[in-house]
């Protein structure tokens, strides 16, 4: 059984924070990272390779999924995973909800984490009850719980996630299947290895509920 050695003091401050093509691993983040592109005005061109990042005209942009096509979308400095989870158009909703729980500010400290992100389908396949509940201000304590379900210690890489077993900053358990594609707790890994200056995003189709979290 893999786990990565959760750091205590970062889940503790975690917790106290106020209130499509489907991919095989790719090789690395610094791979996509350093694919050439037009130095010219980028926001909103498309692009070729989801999870590539570029430098231009003193901004840094990330090749991201928009609809049907990837396009590169601007990232406010310094582009630590909050900054980079809000400038992807298809991940509104989690960004919405790192805000709501407070742990859109957690997120912007050093880490390294892994986060995967619920894509905004993934949230809209919620029944509706469900999601008014996570985004019900009186139940933050069970979104973040949800949300932090979601981050694990660390920058790992997709090339390096191994089946098996890793604990996530609420001190849970996700399970992760390695084959033709990676599946965390069964939602399947569609946009890897998206690097941050506080560690990597990889998005993800589901939602991940800890066993232990009821949503009525």
């Known amino acids: ?6 750091l205590i003091v970062t ?9 499509s093509a489907l991919l095989a691993a790719p090789n690395s983040a610094s791979a996509a990272a350093s694919r050439s592109v037009s130095t010219g005005p980028l926001n909103g061109q498309r692009c070729d390779n989801p999870g590539a990042l570029q430098r231009a005209n003193n901004s840094r942009f990330v090749c991201a999924p928009d609809g049907a096509r990837n ?6 400095r310094p582009a630590n995973l909050s900054a ?11 960004a919405t909800a790192l805000k709501q729980s407070g742990l859109d500010t957690a997120l912007t400290a050093a ?8 894509r905004n389908a993934a ?3 919620l029944p509706q009850s469900k999601l008014d509940y996570l985004l019900n201000p009186a139940n933050v ?4 719980k949800v949300l932090l379900h979601h981050v694990v210690s660390g920058s790992v890489l997709s090339s390096s996630l191994e089946s098996g077993t890793y604990t996530t900053l609420n001190g849970t358990q996700i399970v992760v299947r390695v084959n ?6 069964g939602a399947r890994v569609t946009f890897a290895d998206v690097a941050a200056t506080n560690g990597v995003m990889h998005g993800i189709t589901g939602v991940l509920v800890p066993s232990d979290v009821v949503i009525p």
């Not at 889940?11 to 209130?19: E, H, W």
């Not at 396009?71 to 406010?76: L, P």
């Not at 880490?111 to 619920?118: C, I, S, V």
């Open 84 to 94: 980079i989870v809000a400038a992807i158009p298809g991940y509104s909703l989690l």
């Open 123 to 125: 949230f809209l396949a």
């Open 71 to 76: 396009v590169w979308r601007r990232i406010e």
């Open 180 to 185: 033709k594609m990676i599946r965390i707790d």
């Open 1 to 6: 059984m893999k786990k990565l050695n959760t």
């Open 141 to 144: 304590a069970v979104l973040r």
């Open 11 to 19: 889940s503790t401050l975690l917790l106290a924070a106020p209130g």
């Open 111 to 118: 880490g390294p984490f892994t986060l995967f992100a619920p």
